[in-house]
């Protein structure tokens, strides 16, 4: 039998705007392609967490919506930064990328403090990033997305930036030409669009983690199937970051 993986969807109900929904599907479907068994498990607020979990996605979401998990999600704090300290791959959206840092202060100044896996703080500002982006990493080259968000980001001394803007960007906040966000296995990011299926090197980074935590190798199908399966999705993701990268903000 196939070697399955557990992906959670964290707060899919209020936490799922601009295409966030599309990086659980890339992920189900790449672990499929390797040959493994995606579990998948919707968390929201009140759930019972499940038995096992081996990967965490998290989207973003409005400020009401952001208002309406802080409670369950401090209540999930301890765990979270739990798994989080033991090397658990998890990928923050925007809204929950914020949450994961130590505080969102919104433009109409209600702060919602986060939960601090990431050395990070944001403050809601009146002008609005929106549009494509293309930030430069050094583990997954250029990462392309969509942004859209009011709120700036500043990354604290203990926070890696996941990548860098040129500078006509913008990013988490406009000024210091960082987008993102890492520590550990924890990535928190503003692209949306949604991200991984224009970037299939972060997302096989995601699965080779989880895989690699749980057996200890990574060992994905070699059969044909599986190769022209991964080559047309990388095809199309390769046709989307051409028409984005070529659109102007």
Same mark, same amino acid.
């Given at each position: 039998m196939s070697a399955t993986i557990d992906v959670m969807s964290l707060y899919p109900r209020d936490m799922n705007i601009y295409g966030d929904w599309g990086n659980v599907l890339v992920i189900l479907r790449r672990l499929a392609l390797y040959g493994y068994e995606p579990v998948l498990?919707?968390?929201?607020? %009140?759930?019972?967490?499940? &038995?096992?979990?081996?990967?965490?996605?998290?989207?973003?979401?409005?400020?009401? @919506?952001?208002?309406?998990?802080?409670?369950?999600?401090?209540?999930?704090?301890?765990?979270?930064r739990g798994l989080a300290a033991g090397g658990m791959p998890m990928l923050m959206i925007c809204g929950l990328y914020q949450l994961f840092g130590s505080y969102f202060q919104t433009v109409d100044g209600t702060r919602l403090e986060g939960i601090g896996v990431l050395d990070v703080f944001t403050e809601g500002r009146g002008h609005r990033m929106i549009g494509n982006l293309i930030e430069h990493t050094e583990d997954f080259g250029d990462v392309i997305g969509y942004e859209n968000h009011s709120g700036q980001t500043f990354l604290g001394s203990q926070a890696t930036p996941l990548?860098?803007?040129?500078?006509? %960007?913008?990013?988490?906040? &406009?000024?210091?030409?960082?987008?993102?966000?890492?520590?550990?296995?924890?990535? @928190?990011?503003?692209?949306?669009?949604?991200?991984?299926?224009?970037?299939?090197?972060?997302?096989?980074h995601l699965i080779r983690t989880a895989v690699e935590r749980r057996y200890g190798e990574f060992r994905p199908d070699r059969t044909e199937a599986m190769r022209t399966g991964l080559t047309r999705l990388d095809e199309m993701a390769a046709r989307a970051r051409s028409v984005a990268a070529s659109r102007p903000r």
């Open positions: 498990h919707r968390y929201n607020q %009140g759930d019972d967490w499940p &038995g096992h979990v081996d990967l965490i996605l998290g989207g973003g979401g409005q400020d009401n @919506g952001q208002k309406l998990i802080t409670e369950d999600l401090f209540r999930r704090a301890d765990l979270l990548g860098r803007v040129d500078a006509d %960007g913008t990013g988490n906040n &406009g000024e210091d030409h960082t987008e993102g966000a890492r520590v550990h296995n924890v990535i @928190g990011t503003y692209m949306h669009g949604s991200v991984l299926p224009k970037n299939p090197r972060l997302a096989d």
